[in-house]
């Protein structure tokens, strides 16, 4: 399995492995939030039914859920606030609201207990806005989901009226839906309804969405783009076509499993990957290849890699390649990237070094993370035919790093802390190193605690500072490395214990 890591030989040990008596934090964690008893607006009859439901289908399936219902706006802004931390060290971290709803100039406002418009502009100050939900999963380390069961009707009719034209125009929908995300690489937002439309109550204790939600999250073999599929499926079934569901997002290559405990690494290699896909492919073929015949990018590099896994029966190396192509020629970048690996010298094809460059170049461009670090990784060694060009490496590195990738971060910390990176000391070392754990970088966990005494003072220093401020440490910020000091790097990591 190959890692760009840029590992300086100070920094190059085996993982250190918590001790036996040492836990590590739930790597799947919720918020529900559930809203229906309005004091100022109409109230609803399902949403605390849905939202207690999908809580316990999600703690069932093994999430930490925290629960909150009918809270004030400033209860709910809290509740995200101390989600978001908590979220940093879990894999998937997922939010789901059930209660009111609206979308006013762009922006999706979901509507607390206490909430009072008296004009357009008070939704702002009274609500709290999904670009809030979105940033409490947003430091989740593989999958952030904001699940929204809340396109029901305006709740403020006589502050904004959709049938004024001129009202209209600050709408983004006209008939009472909620507006469009733009979510980032490895989110998914999900709608109860597509945008414009209502969602259905239903006749029963439980809205038609949240029925199909529950019933479809707890397939273990159901990987998560397959699952909103099913239940977009289920609730159209369920409505009469009345009520569709729709996702928005950018998944990752990897696929994900709500309801299994199968994790992967923090970047699968080519042959974990395939692996994966084919686990996919055993149990929802007819699904995947729908989707990947629809043009579906994703599905098609998922059936590409399921085929190149060599324990399978599916193996199939031409068609796998011919599948990344497809998706190549779609202009996805991931393709480009995953296409890149494999002609680099992985599995199933001859090497292509000088096609495999262009790809990764393309991917970088295009902002994806990985192959911003491993563009750096190749000037800094030269390979892939590039003049060695640490100053260029380091450019990619920090880029890399702004994307949120952890290895890169890693990187940049590691040079940084040693004073070779213009414009940065070791107070920028020292918070680079601290999101690395918090990302979950097990190269920053093994080079701090293997290798302690490699890095400066002033760097353990100001790392110190960083897990005192965030409640993880309670020791002196002198610099040194003690028990208390591995405490608190390996609590920030997500791993806990008593254990010196």
Known sequence: MLFRLLVLPLFLALLAFPAASETRAKDRVALVLGMAGYQNIQALRNTVNDA????????????????????????????????????????????????????????????????????????????????????????????????????????????????????????????????????????????????????????????????ALRENIVRPELEISLLFRRVRDDVLAATANQQEPTTYGALPSEPFYLASDTTGSAEP??????????????????????????????????????????????????????????????????????????????????????????LYEEAALAKIPAALNDMGYFHFTGELGLDKDRDKALALFREAAAQGHTEAMFNVASFAANGLVPGMDSTDAADLLYRALRGGSELALDGLLSNADKFPRETWAGLQQILADKGLYDGAVDGSFGPGTRRAVLAAYGIFGSED
Not at 125 to 148: C, E, F, H, P, W
Not at 161 to 166: F, G, K, V
Not at 329 to 335: E, H, I, L, T
Request: proline share 4%; with cysteine; hydrophobic share 45%.
């Open 52 to 211: 207690r439901a999908l809580a316990k289908t999600l703690e069932g399936i093994g999430f930490q859920v925290d629960v909150l219902m009918d809270a004030t706006r400033e209860e709910t802004l809290a509740a995200l606030e101390s989600f978001a931390f908590k979220a940093e060290t879990a894999d998937i971290a997922l939010v789901y609201y059930a209660g009111h709803g609206v979308s006013v100039q762009g922006t999706t406002f979901l509507i607390p207990v206490d909430a009072e418009v008296r004009q357009a502009k008070d939704i702002v100050s009274a609500s709290v806005t999904m670009d809030q939900m979105l940033a409490a999963v947003d430091g989740a380390r593989k999958m952030s989901i904001v699940i929204l069961d809340s396109c029901r009707d305006n709740p403020f009719p006589d502050v904004i009226d959709l049938r004024d034209p001129e009202v209209a125009k600050g709408l983004t929908t006209g008939k009472g839906g909620l507006a469009v995300p733009s979510p980032d690489r490895g989110t998914l937002v999900a709608f109860a309804a597509r945008d414009g439309a209502v969602a259905l109550d239903g006749t029963g204790q439980n809205s038609p969405f949240n029925i």
């Open 269 to 358: 290699g080519l042959e974990e990957l395939a692996s994966a896909w084919q686990r996919v492919v055993a149990s929802e073929r007819d699904m995947l290849e729908k989707s990947a015949a629809a043009g579906d990018s994703r599905s098609l590099v998922g059936l590409a890699l399921a085929k190149l896994d060599r324990q399978s029966t599916d193996y199939a190396p031409e068609e796998a390649l011919a599948l990344l192509e497809k998706a190549v020629a779609a202009g996805d970048p991931d393709a480009k990237y995953r296409l890149a690996k494999v002609l680099e010298g992985g599995l199933g094809a001859d090497p292509d070094p000088v096609r495999a460059r262009a």
